[in-house]
């Protein structure tokens, strides 16, 4: 049954529950105001929701009935007795047709003619009591009778009736309605209902209890401060291990979770709850604007916590809006644009981690990049000079700032700048985040991130300046540990510090200097960033460092806004008291970024760069850096080694030239990466451990240095064996070892089994002069399989493009990239890979790119099916050898012609 | 936790019946000059307990404490009146006075506390017209004691003055 049915059967049966009580009062005193009052409102809301639920016959009853009850109500007429039956009756006719849906869905037959016909004649005052001349103030009939007929029409209402059409006949003789063969039809439900109330009273509303909010934050509010006397006991009891209380504890400690879920989800609701007016809100501006919109809603049956959801709700109603109004263009703009009539309006939530992602799209013009920057010099937000220097993502930022509307026009619905950054504002105050990507011309997609519930967070405990503070663990990206003598160290620009995190400048914020905790600021720099922590923290696409001295544990904090003298500080998003018993403030990171200069359109911009390229090439290698014998530092993939460890060299032992140790029970060849390294009995050395079906060998190096993630791109020929040549990896020079030289010198077969010589074959392209490695696009749905291929086809020698769809391939061909091979799945979720091949073979640019299809099940039909498609070879998944000499032969192929 | 008395309920029998002739005060030492805080205003009186400092607030908000699970903003009265911090060779503990401030929780830091005095309306007087202006402010009047002048502490407007500074 549809959601706002039951919702409805839940919420009318509740208030006709509740009329039974006072409808006693109604039979002693059947002028009561108020009860009058309040069967009319019940009978008004019936009527009015049944209209938006589309059943007829239920509100046609009510509004008779509202009616008569309005006359009630104004004291345009007297409640006698008979008109109490008429009254309980047209309640029980409602109780019958709810129960009737509530059972079956649907209205039943029939109609309620005989019911509505005297409801009518009492409004137009046709009936007996007030055509017969009495005056409408006579007393009610004897109190006997009247009681009689109305607990019988309460419990009973088919015996009631009876009394009932003799009324109607005496004033309406002539009156065509109420025939018998009408009353035929419409007196069985009665009776129905009487069996169904006695059978099963209304399962419904008994499946829900309505409870008043305040009841539930209570309940939040008490679960918090439990949550808290747990984290404390536990702290407690972390010291003392053989304590007898440890096990109860352990009880208590789950219990508590479990409560504490509960009682959360008690204060979930779905996300649809926020979005029920969107619909109209399109409907209306698409007549107004004179606009085709679709809203087309997914995931509402996401929850969220309804503090959160009272907080989006604007925002949200505001950038749907904001997406009809200034989005999507007018039916004859869309045509000329080459795109449907009817523009799309997507709203999408979903989970992901913790947070609930809200995605709002449209397919509509996008945002006006030159618009918006002759917008920004004319409002003098920035100089025609530095406007020119900024990137369409860092003007798109610009949307968020206060001021700021592109519409041409300010219309009802949006274009009087304050918008977007009131968006921003309401969103980042409860923790979440907003994002953005737009392509003028085809629309734009809003990213909301928020996270699920206000009330408890999970947190990271820090020090600084001798004091602690808590992190919202959200916002955190990782952590790093400084130390002024390593590499890993603070690097000051003027007084700013900045911290080289993978090739790119982390701006750092010391929370000591921040908060004015400290006074070391004239220290030597080398001590006052000794032994720091990094906690890289993101706030929306803007990364920044803060210096911390120490970090301790991750706590589920219970967030207490601060006290009112104190809620112009910016830094702190609230405090609370930890499972210790001491109050700790909670840093707010958003305030921090806000507070230290909010540069992050150049960072927005940075990362936004990075995630394009991430998307069109995963190139990037980790590789383990170490030193061995004299020379640059060495370099070699870190998917190729299995284990490191850590030789005694005393150990090693000698057989037939060959230096062997004993490893996990066998003997394993190691060699020592250069013929000029000291290999003294005495030293303990690193070794890189390469293993592969059972067969292993050690490659001794003097010192692991680091792990890093580089592009390899070899920019010298290696000149001696072992060395593929220089690369520049982290800013130095580096050789990349062919780790394969070493292999074959111990074990000569190495790659026999493998059937394949890619590694060769790789060598060999260097010698023909073709230094370009070969690229291979994969196209696969699976993220398994993509890492399981990635780095066997890396290793093999080949730049890897993952992808996880047709789309994200075809829209490659958009970004002028060009593959050597392309290697598809078959089976995928949008556009299998008999349709992407005949696609590809479509487009201009790759129509000659090999492709080889990849599938777990191949029969002959599903082969030829390929062939037909455009695939050049299909092969089995899982079956890497073949993959990699299918590879390399269709690509020489590819060389040949 | 620390000793702390529930001083609002124990006073309550001591009201006279003569309603409206006295009023009920806590009295506290600053400085050695008496306060008086409203009884009905004060929830507990606590000793020195453990004080978060709070980074970036305003110098007269000494930190934040944990009473009973529930957080209190600690206010250093001597800081609020302009006085200098408590000399310390006075090996004496500094106590506070908590007080309830718009369903918050505020904890007074003082010197001492004193007893809880009924005072009689007819001593109570407007602040002198000379009186120090930041005493002025925070103050409501003074009652005449025998050998002694009490200072009645406004209480919502001494944490008024911590909202908007200056």
Redesign the interface.
Known sequence: MDDLIIEFLTETNESLMELDTDLIRLEQNPNDKDLISKIFRLMHTIKGTCGFLGLPRLETVAHRAENVMGRFRDGDLEVTAAYVSLILESLDRVRFLLGHIEANGTEPEGNDTDLTTRLDAVYEGRDEFQTSGQPASQPTPAPGPTEEVDLEALFEPVKAKPAEPEIMSESEPGSTEPNPEEEEISSPPPKQQAQQKETSESSIANQSLRVNMDVLENLMTMVS?LV??RNQLLQISRGDKENSFVTPLQRLNHVVSELQEGVMKTRMQPIGNAWAKLPRIIRDLSIELGKKIDLIMTGQDTELDRQVLDMIKDPLTHMVRNSGDHGVETPAERIKAGKPETGKIHLRAYHEGGHIIIEISDDGKGLPTEKIRQKLISKGLVTEEDAEKLSHQQIHQYIFHAGFSTADKVTSVSGRGVGMDVVRTNIEKIGGSIEMKSTEGKGSTFFIKIPLTLAIVSSLIVESGG?RFAIPQLAVRELVLVSQKSENRIEMIKNTPVFRLREKLLPLVSLESL???GSNEDQKLEDRFEHKYIIVTQVGNYSFGLIVDQVFDTEEIVV?P?????K??E??SG???LGD?????ILDPGGIAKVTGESNLTDAERDAVDESKKLVSDKKTSLLLFTAGAGSPKAVPLSLISRLENIDMSKVEETDGQMLVQYRGSLMPIIPFSADMSLAKDEMKPLLVFADRGKSVGLIADEIIDIREEAIEIQLEGKRKGVFGSAIVSGKATEIVDVMHFLNSVHGDWFKDHGDESFLTHDKMKQNGISRTKRILLVDDSPFFRNMLCPLLTAAGYEVIAVDGPSKALELTERDENFDIIISDIEMPDMNGYDFATKVRATQKWQNTPMVALTSHATPEDIDHGYKSGFDEYIAKFDRDTLLSTISKTLSRGVEI | MSEHTQNQDQTKPHQPLSEAKTKDFLTVLIEGQMFGIPILQVQDVLGEL?V???????PQ?S????LR?R?V?AIDVRKCLGLPPMDVSDNEKRMSVVVNH?D?L?SLIIDNVGDVLPLQNKDFEPNPATLDIIWKSISLGVYRLDGKILVVLDVPKL?LS??HPN
């Open positions: 401060e808290l006397t004091e908060l004015k905790l207490k601060v006290a009112k003298i104190l112009d500080l830094l702190f405090n609370t008291i018993g001491s109050v700790i403030m | 453990k978060t400092r709070i980074p970036l607030a305003p908000v930190g934040s404490l944990n699970g957080i903003t718009d918050e505020y944490l911590l909202q």
